[in-house]
């Protein structure tokens, strides 16, 4: 071989251990964070007595609480105490007794918000109220 071939093959080695290095170094990158990864599509409609405030359908990775749905997706207040206190810029009322509460699929819920793990195509409904 002479001098001009061993530089091509060089070259050509080297650019072929540039390929390997990038493709493997795709395989490996962060793709093992599920937080970003849309896994099921949830429903959230927010209501006040007299508006509907929002209706959108959001992604959401299959660990996500809807808590963390909720301030993702839309400006969320929160007590130290983990309640919602506004959604949307729109504030609950406790001198008037009026409260954020959520539903799932028409049904009420025991737990928290911060506990909830929503299911592909769950309708979550907050909605503003008086007790």
């Keep these: 071989m002479n001098k001009k071939q061993k530089y091509l093959v060089g070259i050509v080695a080297t650019v072929i251990l540039i390929v390997i290095g990038l493709t493997l170094a795709g395989l490996f990158s962060n793709d093992n964070d599920s937080s970003s990864d ?3 599509e ?3 409609l927010i209501l006040t007595a007299d508006e509907e405030i929002a209706n959108e359908m959001v992604g959401a990775s299959s660990n996500e609480t809807l808590m963390e749905i909720m301030e993702h997706n839309f400006d969320v207040s929160v007590s130290e105490e983990g309640f919602v206190e506004s ?4 504030e609950q009322n ?3 007794n009026e409260y954020w509460v959520f539903e799932v699929n028409n049904e009420m819920v025991t737990v928290s918000a911060e506990e909830f793990i929503p299911k592909d195509t769950d309708l979550i409904t907050w909605e503003l109220m008086a007790f």
């Design 38 to 40: 849309a896994d099921k």
């Design 42 to 44: 949830v429903q959230i």
């Design 87 to 90: 959604i949307e810029g729109v």
């Design 94 to 96: 406790p001198d008037d």
